[in-house]
């Protein structure tokens, strides 16, 4: 039988501080990249127009947290603008159709809400849809830089996972709400750290739904 060896109450002690200085350390990572993927995400998307660099800024801040989630993200900054680059017209073909119908329901929706209680019932289909197309947003930049997913398929895959996800489909969608609802009150989050902590959590979220569910699949 091998000898138990026991540390000194000294050693002991400094485990937990340790442990605990670790966590720390880890937090603030963490919410250092969300700031920079902020500046980064609003600087990029603007030097693409708005409408022509949201899609890749969003790609490239989706893959610095895979990045960062396995350990390989050790400049953010070169790796968002290189993804940015590479990724601009596959990023765009992926992501603007959704958001093109997404801005045509949401101008339906105003259209109708002016319209008053005879359009109630198209009001509340086209809210409906805007909360669908809305969460299935919320899984796309995940599902993009972890599968390679063909773009005939690419929609009705995320579609597919916001309603064969429940439970992870509304965590997305309190998340966004949450990051709403805190930028009408609070200003300036936006531009400083609103906009990175979604992205960050979104896609640290998909990326576990993803992970959890090969893991099954291998078991």
């Not at 960062?68 to 953010?76: F, I, Q």
């Not at 093109?100 to 509340?124: E, I």
Request: aromatic share 10%; glycine share 6%.
């Amino acid at each position: 039988m091998s000898d138990v060896r026991v540390l000194p109450p000294s050693a002991q002690a400094e485990l937990p501080a340790q442990h605990w200085t670790v966590r720390l350390h880890d937090l603030c990572t963490v919410v250092f990249l969300m700031v920079q993927l902020n500046l980064l995400w609003l600087v990029f998307t603007l030097l693409g127009g708005v409408v022509l660099g949201t899609a890749p800024a969003t790609i490239a801040a989706a893959h610095c947290v895979r990045e960062h989630g396995e350990g390989r993200l050790n400049r953010p900054v070169a790796t968002f603008i290189r993804t940015w680059r590479s990724e601009f017209y596959g990023a765009n073909l992926a992501l603007l159709p959704l958001a093109g119908m997404l801005t045509v329901l949401g101008w339906n929706y105003l259209v109708y809400s002016a319209a008053g209680p005879d359009a109630s019932l198209p009001r509340l289909a086209t809210l409906a849809a805007l909360i669908v197309g809305g969460t299935v947003c919320t899984w796309l930049p995940g599902l993009y830089v972890h599968y390679d997913v063909p773009r005939s398929r690419f929609l009705l895959t995320g579609l597919r996972l916001t309603l064969g996800k429940p439970v992870f489909s509304v965590l997305q969608l309190l998340m966004v709400t949450a990051a709403v609802y805190a930028s009408s009150k609070i200003t300036l989050l936006p531009l400083v750290v609103a906009v990175g902590t979604w992205l960050y959590l979104s896609t640290w979220l998909t990326l576990r739904c993803f992970a959890q569910n090969e893991a099954f699949l291998a078991a």
